[in-house]
């Protein structure tokens, strides 16, 4: 049973990355570059830094093959996680600036809040890029190698790796069906006229109890599949250097040295 949920997991793992498997990366070096990525724009000063960042990034999503509907949905999900909240303090800022004229709540200009959002827009846009290309089996395998000290110190590492592990392979599972369900019981809950929007509050109520419960029935399968799984087969990750890790490594190099060409005014001093 444990082995058939596994390469059910395994199947649906490869179908979600066969567009990325073109460009197929060893998980530890896409990281290393990742990290590297993310912390470049705070050491940025000239906005022709922050514009060959975004060429390059796109150059990666191009690269990778991730659909534009992921991107758009990460920049769906970044303006309501991210925005409306920053939005929303930079309001609560002017508003105490404006009664108490301190200022430490003065407005430090538009493209400060640009910049600003922008670096966590690219921390933001990485991350997706690194784990919708990498599959969660690797970035886990890899987790359980950098915690390989508190292991050896008697922590129960892979245990808690496992039960996170099988936790994401039911919700893969399960997501879809959910889904569906959830819309087919809206749909019979919300009123004829939809114009109006009469929705029968009842029914809702009934459908949050009946997700509850199904929630509570999650949890006594993921730890049967807990217990019947070893950590072999649900994780893994060993180190595999290829020629497509060279050729990133190449263009990463390529792109710091022009960066550090503008940073440095070089650039500037030429023209």
Known sequence: MAKDLTAIHSDEENKGLNKAEYFRMDGLVKLILAILLMVMP???????????????????????????????????????????????????????????????????????????????????????????????????????????????????????????????????????????????????????????????VKGISQIIVNLIVDSFEKIDKIQEYVDKVSPEELYHYRFKFTLKDGVALVSFAVFVGIIWIIENGIIHGIL
Not at 150 to 179: A, F, N, R, W
């Open 42 to 200: 705070f050491w940025f000063r000239y906005p022709l830094s922050f514009g060959l960042l975004s060429i390059y990034l796109i150059l990666i999503a191009w690269v990778f093959k991730v659909d534009l509907r992921t991107v758009a949905i990460s920049g769906a999900s970044f303006g309501i996680i991210v925005l409306i909240p920053y939005f929303f303090g930079l309001f609560m800022n002017a508003l105490f600036f404006y009664f108490s004229r301190n200022p430490m709540f003065a407005f430090q200009g538009f493209g400060a809040v640009f910049l600003r959002l922008f670096k966590i827009f690219v921390i933001w846009y990485i991350s997706i890029l690194y784990f919708h290309t990498t599959p969660m089996r690797t970035f886990i395998g890899m987790l359980d190698k950098f915690l390989m000290p508190l292991k050896k110190l008697g922590l129960p590492v892979q245990d808690y790796l496992k039960v996170v592990m099988c936790i994401v392979d039911q919700l893969k599972d399960t997501g879809s069906e959910v889904k569906k369900s959830l819309g087919e019981k809206m749909r019979a809950v919300v009123g004829e006229e939809r114009r109006k929007l009469r929705i029968n």
